[in-house]
């Protein structure tokens, strides 16, 4: 699966009752707007025992459900226009530098998107729609995903991320994250993405009609919020498609049944860790991922096979020399940092077609955890 958010994380629609699932950390919260939707999707999706179109039909809500709300750490904030959650690094969360992989990282971004989608009552499978879309059989798939992390968590580390999604205009969404360590409360990475719109049977990209617009609108920050506000930041930049023949590859990777999400896609967790497959060792030895940007193409299922490429990335524009470094090398300076960057890409084997293209920056592993 790709990202199914306005969860960025990724159809049938089932709300139970708002008085059922509120758990205590969210009961003092009295949105108004936040409220009033709720209580219209309770009713939209046909609570009554008399509905029988099994889209609609709302299910019994299950013990199990009401205690995970109880025992989460998260919330929506007091303005109901953000979300916010807990979670404790755990010892098989944790690689070989130590510290979380970004592999984690990402889970955790996901976890916190759908979290964040089901308490303001959008669907709970993973595809985070809207009543509109349902009825229309739209979803959500991610474009585009770009993580930054300043500081990976150690194992109990406890890290607090906070997120929130907007309008990108006509054709999409974009969901922000921003990581803290609760214990020194400092930022320790931020994180943005993209989302198009689907038809589930088609398979085909949809503008974003006013009618889903205003479904979701209604819990997103009035103003613009970007997790990366400034004006040239890395997350805005185009990545080029890296040219055959790559300096590394990773030939012939299979998807696991591990890697499928609940709707049979391949998760985009996964691709992450493909990309880094061909990593260079030397690189991994030395060097920890600060940046990664992944631009998604297309999606990839149980049985294809798949291709990872790296090279390191020729920088070229002028204002990049600067930044990174004056040799047009993958290897520069970035703000006092030795910095690496690389190339990559996710392919078909057989036909070659283009699953994913992205790119990472490395810098060099601190002395001492």
Known sequence: MLLRLPSATTCSYNVPPVDQIQPPSQSRFLHPLLNARRRNAAVCCGASS?????????????????????????????????YKEKFIVRCYEVGINKTATVETMANLLQEVGCNHAQSVGFSTDGFATTLT???????????????????????????????????????GTRRDWILKDCARGEVIGRATSKWVMMNQDTRRL?????????????????????SFPEANNSSLRKISKLEDPAHYSRLGLVPRRADLDM???????????????????????THELQTITLDYRRECQRDDIVDSLTSPEEVEDTALLELYGINGSAAGVKDGEDVSQFLHLLRLSGDGLEINRGRTEWRKKPEKR
């Not at 991610?142 to 990976?152: L, P």
């Not at 949809?206 to 613009?224: G, I, M, N």
């Open 206 to 226: 949809q503008k974003v009609t006013d009618d889903v617009r205003d479904e979701y609108l209604v819990f997103c920050p009035k103003t613009p919020r970007l």
């Open 133 to 171: 879309m349902r009825k229309l059989h739209l979803i959500w798939v991610t474009a585009r995903m770009h993580i930054e992390i300043y500081k990976y968590p150690a194992w109990s580390d406890v890290v607090e991320i906070e997120t929130w999604c907007q309008s990108e205009g006509r054709i």
């Open 50 to 82: 008399q509905t029988s179109d099994p889209v609609l039909a709302a299910p019994e809500v299950r013990p199990e459900k009401i205690l995970a709300d109880k025992l989460r750490l998260g919330s929506l904030t007091e303005d109901g226009l953000s």
């Open 263 to 285: 709707n049979q896609h391949v998760n985009n967790v996964a691709y992450i860790g493909w990309v880094l497959e061909s990593m260079p060792q030397e690189i991994i030895d």
